[in-house]
């Protein structure tokens, strides 16, 4: 059996374009079958930032993500 989690945030970071403040620092996260996760954080935390990233909704400015171990091009998302 492997263990190649569902999704990955491979060492993902996010930065507002215009200002370069640091929205989302350096993460990784795996989420596995059958994981339940909750992401917890007060109002202004990044739980957005974060989520819209692993969707690829927004740029990545650095690290990448990856469904079932392959990595997901922001592009390939519409599809
Ligand atoms: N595109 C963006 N450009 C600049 N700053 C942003 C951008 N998106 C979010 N932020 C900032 O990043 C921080 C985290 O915001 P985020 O919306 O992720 O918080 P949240 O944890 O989802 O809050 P809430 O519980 O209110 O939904 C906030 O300070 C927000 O203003
Ligand atoms: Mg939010």
Not at 11 to 22: L, M, P, Y
């Amino acid at each position: 059996m492997t263990d190649v989690p569902l999704v990955l945030a491979d060492g993902i970071v996010r930065r507002d374009a215009s200002r370069g403040q640091t929205l989302l620092q350096l993460t990784q996260f795996a989420l596995h079958a059958g994981d339940r996760v909750a992401i917890t954080g007060p109002s202004g935390s990044g739980k957005s930032v974060f989520l819209r990233a692993l969707a690829l909704l927004d740029p990545l400015d650095a690290g990448c993500i990856q469904w079932h171990g392959a990595s997901v091009a922001r592009a390939a998302i519409p599809r």
